[in-house]
Structure formats: C-alpha cells, structure tokens
Nanobody
Framework: QEQLVESGGGLVQAGTSLRLSCAAS????????LGWFRQAPGQERAFVAG????????LYSQSVKGRFTISRDNAKDIVFLQLNNLKVEDTAIYYC??????????????????WGQGTQVTVSS
C-alpha cells in the first residue's frame, strides 16, 4: 500500500519561500505521476503542479506558474514543491498525490489514487 507523507509547511510572511516535501513508501513510485494539490477553507481541492516519472515537462496551474517549482528524486521516492514569492492567497492545506498511470500529468483529482494527509501553509501579509 502506497503511503505519502508531506512535510515542510508553516507560517510565513508574504514574499518569502517554503519548500514542501512528500516522501513515498510502499511500492516505488518512480514511474508514477506525482502531483501537488491545495485546498483553502471553503474551496475545492485544486491542482497546483505535477511531474511525470518518465520525463516530460511538469505542469503548473496558472496561479503558481513562475513562482512554484516541482521536482522529484526518484531514487528516494520524494517529490518537492518549492514555493517562492508566496502570497496570502497561497494559504491552504497542500496535499501530494500519486497517479499510477504512466502518462502525462493530469490536473484532475479523480486521476490520483494515492493521497497524503496534507501540510498547512499559512501566508501572512
């Protein structure tokens, strides 16, 4: 059974940076698409970024493109999300997720079978 555990969240000021990590255990996820979603209070969980395990460009939501960077270390089954120039509207619980289909990145929640418990990111003004 695949397990995903996020870390790295916290309370920061606008304009600063954070790096989130998501460690996977169980079957190796090196070929899975790994993604990050976020959910703000009262809102739906939304796609943030995703990266394939077999090459190909990452995918970002328009709201984070140019500020966030997703990367992965397949040898350690870890996916990272670097959050730069944080804004108050980035405040949310951030979840990592794994899509076992070996294909391009999907921005649809339904395509991700495995989810972590989430890590809170709070950005103050």
């Amino acid at each position: 059974q695949e397990q995903l555990v996020e870390s790295g969240g916290g309370l920061v000021q606008a304009g600063t940076s954070l790096r989130l990590s998501c460690a996977a255990s169980g079957q190796t996820l090196s070929r899975y698409v790994l993604g990050w979603f976020r959910q703000a209070p009262g809102q739906e969980r939304a796609f943030v970024a995703g990266i394939t395990g077999v090459g190909g460009p990452p995918l970002y939501s328009q709201s984070v493109k140019g500020r966030f960077t997703i990367s992965r270390d397949n040898a350690k089954d870890i996916v990272f999300l670097q959050l730069n120039n944080l804004k108050v509207e980035d405040t949310a619980i951030y979840y990592c997720a794994a899509d076992p289909r070996v294909q391009g990145v999907s921005d649809q929640r339904v395509d991700y079978d495995y989810w972590g418990q989430g890590t809170q990111v709070t950005v103050s003004s």
